[in-house]
């Protein structure tokens, strides 16, 4: 199976640390590595480096090399422009149907916190072996533990069967983004996993769900393919410009044939690493005896459940405040309540209102 790693996001939630042009994928977050390469490392270790693709945009293409220097041009899938999932995707299954139409893909989103990685990736082992055995798409869901309004939620049916201790249920149906009433439904009805993303096919079958879902794709990518013949990178570039901008689970997901996927339920420690409050709740362990999350240069007094990320040539001080978060970069800082961190992605559309986009 090739792993095909999504690094062309920008992940607005983290701003102002993520910016357009140095996404939080590429910063060590959690651990001691850049969060993207904490996630190429998992897969090393059972799959090898040939079978690992870094899917991204081309202006992110110079971060990367510098990231993996010794990884090869052609493990590297460029999209000229940043269109979302479902383009992003549909070209790098592409790209892959051109080497092997049948062999297995999985797509990894490059940001996410994983506690138990034997557990994490035993899934994909479960999950190839489906592919093989019945053709249909397997993803993984995780067990939802709070209302999220930002997570996908997909909904499950009977249980299909065990793997090695490992529950795989048939596919009932998905909803991305619900708001909060509808999430707290889903939360107590116990149906509903929060959406992975880690969509595992083949690259044929893949390409076919964008010609069934969502033909405008589709046709754009049998022209990028003709193109590819000739290494036509100015006219490849031209085409994929235009392609809709639109996630893979709006376009496909919620589309797709209930009897054509399967739903892995995961349960190795995850967390989708996608906006301050998430990222306190995921270091939590490291925090002081007041539950305040330190990173850089910082004296605080009288502060509780805060999470300060100073700047390493300045001090962040505080004095008084509680579950804030406070970042300070070069350029930029944010405060915010915590419980409003997921908002910041609001913010920034002001921001650019506003005509101040350099500081995105």
């Given at each position: 199976?090739?792993?095909v790693i999504?690094?062309g996001?920008?992940?607005?939630?983290?701003w102002?640390?993520?910016?357009?042009?140095?996404p939080?994928?590429?910063?060590?977050?959690?651990?001691?590595?850049?969060?993207?390469k904490e996630?190429y490392?998992?897969?090393t270790?059972i799959?090898?480096?040939?079978?690992?693709?870094?899917?991204?945009?081309?202006?992110?293409?110079?971060?990367?090399?510098?990231?993996?220097?010794?990884?090869s041009?052609?493990q590297?899938?460029?999209?000229?422009s940043?269109?979302?999932?479902?383009?992003?995707?549909?070209?790098a299954?592409l790209?892959l149907?051109?080497?092997?139409?049948?062999e297995?893909?999985?797509?990894?989103?490059s940001?996410?916190?994983i506690a138990n990685?034997?557990?994490?990736?035993?899934?994909?082992?479960i999950?190839e072996?489906?592919?093989?055995?019945?053709?249909?798409?397997?993803?993984?869901?995780?067990?939802?533990?709070?209302p999220?309004?930002?997570l996908g939620?997909?909904?499950?049916g009977?249980?299909?069967k065990?793997?090695?201790?490992?529950?795989v249920?048939n596919f009932v149906?998905?909803?991305?983004?619900?708001?909060?009433?509808?999430?707290?439904?889903?939360?107590?009805?116990?149906?509903y996993?929060?959406h992975g993303n880690?969509?595992?096919?083949?690259?044929?079958?893949f390409?076919?769900?964008l010609?069934?879902?969502?033909?405008?794709?589709?046709?754009?990518?049998?022209?990028?393919?003709?193109?590819?013949?000739?290494k036509?990178?100015?006219q490849?570039?031209?085409?994929?410009?235009?392609?809709?901008?639109i996630?893979?689970?709006?376009?496909?997901t919620e589309?797709?044939?209930?009897?054509?996927?399967l739903?892995?339920?995961?349960?190795?420690?995850?967390?989708?690493?996608?906006?301050?409050?998430v990222l306190h709740?995921q270091?939590?362990?490291?925090?002081d005896?007041?539950?305040?999350?330190?990173?850089?240069?910082?004296?605080?007094?009288?502060?509780?459940?805060?999470?300060?990320?100073?700047?390493?040539?300045?001090?962040?001080?505080?004095?008084?405040?509680?579950?804030?978060?406070?970042?300070?970069?070069?350029d930029?800082?944010?405060?915010?309540?915590?419980?409003?961190?997921?908002?910041?992605?609001?913010?920034?559309e002001?921001?650019?209102?506003k005509?101040?986009?350099?500081?995105?």
């Open positions: 199976m090739n792993i999504l690094s996001g920008v992940g607005k939630r983290l102002p640390l993520g910016r357009q042009n140095n939080k994928q590429f910063f060590p977050i959690i651990g001691k590595k850049p969060l993207i996630t490392d998992r897969f270790k799959y090898g480096a040939k079978k690992i693709f870094i899917s991204t945009t081309a202006d992110l293409l110079p971060h990367l090399k510098k990231i993996f220097p010794k990884i041009a052609t590297f899938i460029a999209e000229p940043r269109r979302d999932t479902a383009p992003a995707m549909g070209f299954a790209k149907f051109l080497q092997n139409p049948d297995p893909i999985v797509f990894v989103p940001d996410h916190f990685v034997p557990k994490y990736l035993e899934c994909f082992k999950g072996k489906l592919i093989k055995e019945t053709g249909k798409l397997v993803d993984i869901g995780i067990a939802a533990t709070f999220s309004t930002v939620y997909t909904k499950i009977s249980k299909h065990t793997i090695s201790g490992v529950e249920y149906g998905h909803t991305e983004k619900p708001n909060a009433k509808i999430a707290a439904k889903y939360l107590a009805s116990g149906n996993l929060w880690y969509y595992m096919w083949t690259p044929r079958l390409l076919e769900a010609q069934k879902y969502t033909l405008e794709i589709s046709q754009g990518l049998e022209k990028i393919k003709l193109a590819l013949e000739k036509n990178n100015k490849i570039a031209q085409i994929y410009n235009q392609l809709p901008k996630s893979f689970d709006y376009a496909v589309k797709i044939d209930k009897k054509k996927a739903i892995i339920k995961g349960d190795f420690g995850w967390s989708d690493v996608g906006a301050w409050d709740e270091l939590k362990d490291g925090a005896e007041k539950g305040n999350v330190v990173k850089g240069q910082v004296v605080h007094q009288d502060t509780e459940g805060c999470l300060l990320y100073g700047h390493k040539e300045r001090i962040l001080a505080t004095v008084g405040i509680k579950d804030v978060v406070v970042v300070d970069t070069e930029a800082v944010l405060v915010c309540p915590k419980s409003r961190a997921q908002e910041v992605k609001k913010l920034l002001e921001i650019e209102q005509g101040l986009e350099k500081y995105l």
